[in-house]
């Protein structure tokens, strides 16, 4: 974001809360995508996920009260909110601040009241993590501010937590993680169940990535995002009955006829099926990525998405248009990232290819759906800092 619109947002700050003789301090946080490993964040899996450079901006400054109080430019509100702390269903927004304090708290921490702003231009509802972005720079921002010292990597546990106890959904830990630890031009290998990472820079040649927004918000997301994990957990279990040593649903390596002796529902076995395909599809773009096999890193692609489609049923119409339409127009790879249900398409292809593709992609998504489409090229980028002003 411009600085010019952070010289607003602090006279913003100034102009709602006061001027008094400390200025608040301002932090960021970016979005980000994934480029494989989708849907295994809470099942111990590996996922590839990189900072973008779309942010969200939190203005912060002790209050010297017991109360604490947001104010979001997006939906021009304030509120103030003081313990015990609830959920507030009419202003959602401010439940992913309120959690993390709480989830500070939890841990041990005094947090004293505080005066936030917080602004943003990732796209809400798009899959690119606007919500884990305003957790991780709400606790990054109360750790610096008052001295706390929480690595980020449990900042990053924290906005979780929040997330998962707070808001309600039962979100793994790939956004907030790669939200805290991004680094410009890298992505993270991220093992789920240890937490360890490791970052990697692959050279794109003349090819890139870049995002399309289907524009498209299905508002049963969370509560399908939630009854995703719940058959991930089931088909676990009775896996385990026959098979004690499995630990998490990612390890399964059974045939396909073995995990269909275990007694699983339709669902159970989908789900299944697509954690132990999207563990080998893993391994083919890490390996492609790191070779300059493209048209492999594509392909896989293709198959996450068919597979997120199918088999975990998190896509819909208009994202499954996307892929099969971008398919059609031999681009290289394409898929659905993030929970589903709308938001964002990852396309992988040939530079030279975009200016065909794109004014193409507008004209039949209008013409089918009457809605309109997005590109989004984007740099990879710091993960959650202070920017001092
Ligand atoms: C959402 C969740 C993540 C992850 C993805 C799917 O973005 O917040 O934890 O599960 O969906 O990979």
Same mark, same amino acid.
């Given at each position: ?42 099942? +111990? ?30 939906? =021009? ?40 702003? &917080? ?5 809400? +509802? ?9 957790? &991780? ?11 706390? +010292? ?50 990697? =820079? ?40 026959? =098979? ?108 030279? =290819? ?36």
């Amino acid at each position: 974001m411009d600085s010019l619109r952070s010289k607003e947002n602090l006279n913003q700050f100034e102009h709602i809360f006061g001027k008094t003789n400390s200025k608040p301090r301002m932090f960021v946080a970016p979005a980000r995508i994934n480029i494989i490993g989708e849907h295994v964040d809470y099942l +111990g899996g590996i996922v590839l996920p990189a900072a973008i450079d779309f942010s969200v901006q939190l203005f912060l400054r002790p209050n010297q009260s017991p109360f604490y109080q947001f104010h979001s430019i997006t939906y =021009h509100e304030t509120i103030k909110v003081e313990k015990p702390f609830r959920p507030n269903p009419t202003s959602p927004w401010t439940d992913y601040i309120t959690g993390v304090i709480v989830e500070i708290e939890a841990l041990g921490y005094q947090v004293p009241g505080f005066d936030v702003l &917080v602004d943003g231009n990732i796209p809400q +509802g798009s899959g690119l993590s606007s919500s884990a972005a305003l957790e &991780v720079v709400t606790g990054f921002a109360i750790s610096e501010t008052f001295r706390l +010292g929480i690595p980020k990597e449990q900042i990053a546990v924290i906005g979780q937590k929040a997330e998962n106890n707070f808001v309600g959904t039962k979100c793994g830990i790939m956004d907030q993680f790669i939200i805290a630890v991004g680094k410009e031009n890298d992505c993270i290998s991220l093992n789920t169940e240890s937490l360890k990472y490791s970052y990697h =820079h692959f050279e794109l040649g003349d090819h890139e990535f870049y995002l399309v927004n289907s524009n498209v918000k299905h508002n049963l997301k969370d509560s399908a995002y939630n009854k995703r994990r719940q058959e991930c957990e089931s088909a676990l279990a009775k896996i385990q009955i026959k =098979h004690p040593n499995i630990k998490q649903l990612y390890d399964v390596a059974l045939s396909e006829e073995e995990i269909r002796d275990c007694g699983l529902n339709s669902e159970e076995l989908k789900r299944t099926l697509h954690v132990v395909t999207e563990r080998e599809r893993t391994k083919l773009v890490i390996q492609g990525l790191e070779t300059n096999q493209f048209a492999q890193v594509g392909e896989a692609l293709y198959g996450a998405h068919e597979s997120l489609s199918k088999n975990f049923e998190v896509s819909c119409e208009e994202t499954d248009f996307i892929v099969s339409t971008l398919k059609g127009l031999g681009v290289m790879g394409a898929r659905m990232i993030g929970g589903g249900f709308g938001g964002c398409v990852l396309v992988l292809d040939k530079k030279e =290819h975009f200016v065909k593709i794109n004014p193409e992609m507008k004209k039949s998504y209008q013409q089918k759906f009457n809605l309109a489409l997005d590109f989004y090229k984007f740099q990879i980028s710091d993960g959650v800092r202070e920017i001092s002003i």
